[in-house]
């Protein structure tokens, strides 16, 4: 079936570091793969999306390359900042007559200035 | 910009008591759907609308949990009994199918936060 696996949390960065947080899916046909935030006690925010195969998506310095090859989603950013600090779910969208979210587990990220 | 309104924010109730969560999507969005979300998990589909139909309610639980959108804008989602197993957030989103691309994105409301004692 269709699903999504990511790194475990927390991850635990410096201000200014380098983050990486690995997102890999299984599904049949050619989902739509996103990223959304969640911040303390608040509902998802769309982060950044790609639609097909080797679209990078990009917002607030993120970014996200959809690699068919290795069924892969990995959120990058350059430098991080404790305003960053929040839980980011990778999702895949599989279309079809629902159009559903499947969702990661989430992963904590937490900066420390 | 608009966004997807939720209340109440947080509510606190009792087993077996009857809870009741409101969603008003944005303006224009056909697609409506609620999750649920368990501490440390990601959201679950509960049940998606098009309009005012159901499209998908397979994860529901029916015995207790019901969802209506009568006039295909705003919804209800329905808990009746309340048990200690359905604390968790509950979120709603809303989506627009971009007519050129066929592209959807969901929008989710800021949730809320069901505490059963």
């Known amino acids: 079936g269709n699903s999504v696996t990511q790194m475990e949390g927390p991850v635990t960065l410096s201000e200014e570091a380098f983050l990486t947080i690995n997102c890999t899916y299984t599904?049949?046909?050619?989902?739509?793969l996103f990223w959304y935030v969640q911040y303390p006690g608040e509902g998802l925010q769309l982060l950044l999306k790609?639609?097909?195969?080797?679209d990078k998506g990009s917002n607030k310095g993120f970014e996200a390359t959809y690699r068919k090859e290795t069924t892969s989603f990995h959120l990058e950013k350059g430098s991080v900042q404790v305003s960053d600090s929040a839980v980011y779910f990778c999702a895949l969208d599989y279309g079809g007559a629902t159009n559903k979210l499947i969702f990661g587990t989430g992963t904590l990220l937490a900066v420390q200035p | 910009e608009a966004e997807v309104a939720q209340s109440p924010r947080y509510k606190i109730t009792e087993k077996s008591q009857a809870v009741a969560f409101w969603c008003d999507p944005i303006s224009g969005h056909a697609t409506l759907y609620w999750y649920r979300q368990i501490l440390g998990q990601g959201p679950e589909l509960l049940v998606q609308f098009q309009d005012e139909s159901v499209v998908d309610d397979s994860q529901l639980p029916k015995d207790r949990f019901s969802a209506e959108r009568l006039k295909g804008v705003d919804s209800t989602l329905k808990i009746q009994p309340a048990e200690l197993g359905d604390s968790a957030m509950y979120l709603c989103?809303?989506?627009?199918?971009?007519?050129?691309?066929?592209?959807?994105?969901?929008?989710f409301g800021p949730g809320t936060r069901l505490l059963v004692l």
């Open positions: 989103a809303s989506s627009l199918v971009h007519v050129g691309t066929g592209e959807e994105t969901q929008y």
């Open positions: 790609a639609t097909k195969a080797d």
């Open positions: 599904a049949t046909g050619y989902p739509s």
